[in-house]
C-alpha cells in the first residue's frame, strides 16, 4: 500500500521552516523592547515529532479559544482531544454527532428535518450541520470551545467561518496532527479490544499485562472487524478527498501563516486572527506536550514566542519550557 503524510496536501502549502541560528539574550532584549512583539515560526523535534508553529506576539492575549482539532482517521484526534477538556476544564466539547442525536431525541424542527434525511438514506446536507452547530456555538458566547465532526468539506468549512464571523467570534486556531499512515495502520492492527468495558489494547504501545487477555477481568481480546488494512484504506482515500483539501484551505487561510524568523517583522495577531499549527508525530504521547505549548500560548498569553534567553532550538521534551 502506497504510504503518504496525512497532511501531504497542507504540507504542500505550508512547508516546514529551517530553525534559525540561536539569538543571544542582548539580541532579545533588544527585539523585545524595540517593539514590544516578536515572532516564532520554527520546527520543534521533540525527538518523537516536530512542530510546524507560526507567528507571534507579545501583547497579544486572547482570552477565548476557538479551534479545530483535525486530521486522517486514527491520527489521536480522540485521545488528544480528552487531554484537553481534562486539562483545561474551561474548553467546552461541541461534538457534531451529539448535536444532531440530541435535536433528534428532543423532536425540534431541525430534529425532524434530520431525521427525515436519516430515514430516507440520504446524507446530511451542510446547510442543516451548520444551523445546528452555528446555533450551539452562538450560545457559548464567550466559551473557549473545540468544535468536533464538524467541519468536513472544504464547503462546510467556508460555511462555518461565514457563521463565525457574522457573530464576531472567528475560529482563531487550527492544529492538524500529521501522523505518518503507515505508522496509524500498524497501531490500527495491533490494536485489541475487551467488548464488554471498552478498554483498548495495542500490543506496541499498550500490550495487556497477558497477551490476549483483558488486565481487569482475564477475559478473552478481540480485534474489532473493521480493523483491517482494506477498511483503513478506504477511509483513508474518503479523508483525502473530502477533508484533505478543507486541511489545505485552513493551511492557506491562516491569518498568521508560518513566518520567516525575522523578529520585528512579524504581524502582530489578534483574538480574532487564526492560527495553523501543524503537529508532527507517531504517536499522542509524543504530541501531547507540543499540544499542551500550543495551547498554553494560544490561550493564557498569546503567542509571545520565546522569553529572553530562550534558544530556538530545543529538545528532548524542554522545547516549551525553554519558550516559556
Not at 543571544?24 to 523585545?32: E, G, H, M, V
Not at 435535536?103 to 430515514?119: M, S, V, W
Not at 506496541?204 to 482475564?218: F, I
Not at 490561550?299 to 529538545?315: A, F, L, Q
Request: aromatic share 4%.
Amino acid at each position: 500500500m502506497a504510504v503518504a503524510s496525512c497532511s501531504s496536501a497542507a504540507a504542500r502549502l505550508v512547508p516546514l521552516l529551517r530553525p534559525a541560528p540561536r539569538l543571544t539574550q542582548t539580541a532579545w532584549r533588544r527585539n523585545l523592547s524595540s517593539s514590544r512583539r516578536c515572532a516564532l515560526a520554527a520546527v520543534v523535534d521533540s525527538g518523537h515529532g516536530q512542530e510546524t508553529v507560526s507567528a507571534a506576539s507579545a501583547e497579544a492575549r486572547p482570552t477565548q479559544v476557538r479551534m479545530l482539532l483535525v486530521g486522517c482517521p486514527g491520527s489521536g484526534k480522540g485521545t488528544l482531544s480528552s487531554l484537553l477538556h481534562s486539562t483545561y476544564p474551561e474548553l467546552s466539547s461541541i461534538s457534531a454527532g451529539d448535536l444532531l442525536r440530541q435535536h433528534i431525541e428532543r423532536g425540534t424542527e431541525l430534529g425532524k428535518k434530520a431525521d427525515g434525511i436519516i430515514k430516507r438514506g440520504d446524507l446530511m446536507d451542510d446547510e442543516t450541520m451548520m444551523q445546528m452547530v452555528g446555533k450551539e456555538v452562538e450560545e457559548k458566547g464567550a466559551e473557549s470551545w473545540l468544535l468536533d465532526g464538524f467541519p468536513r468539506t472544504t464547503g462546510q468549512a467556508r460555511l462555518l467561518d461565514e457563521a463565525l464571523q457574522r457573530q464576531g467570534r472567528p475560529l482563531n486556531l487550527v492544529v492538524n496532527l500529521d501522523v505518518p499512515e503507515e505508522v496509524i495502520l500498524k497501531r490500527i492492527l495491533d490494536r485489541w479490544v475487551h467488548p464488554p468495558s471498552g478498554r483498548v489494547y495495542n500490543s506496541q504501545y499498550n500490550p495487556p499485562k497477558v497477551a490476549g487477555k483483558d488486565d481487569e477481568t482475564g477475559e478473552p481480546l478481540v480485534q474489532r472487524p473493521d480493523d483491517n488494512e482494506k477498511t483503513f484504506t478506504s477511509r483513508l482515500t474518503s479523508f483525502h478527498r473530502q477533508t484533505g483539501p478543507m486541511i489545505a484551505h485552513y493551511a492557506s487561510h491562516s491569518s498568521c501563516p508560518p513566518l520567516s524568523l525575522a523578529l520585528s517583522q512579524a504581524p502582530q495577531p489578534r483574538d480574532d486572527e487564526r492560527v495553523y499549527v501543524s503537529l508532527k508525530g507517531e504517536t499522542s504521547k509524543a504530541i501531547w506536550p507540543l499540544l499542551k505549548g500550543v495551547m498554553r500560548k494560544r490561550e493564557r498569553r498569546g503567542w509571545n514566542g520565546v522569553e529572553e534567553g530562550g534558544c530556538m532550538r530545543c529538545r528532548a521534551g524542554k522545547a516549551w519550557e525553554a519558550w516559556g
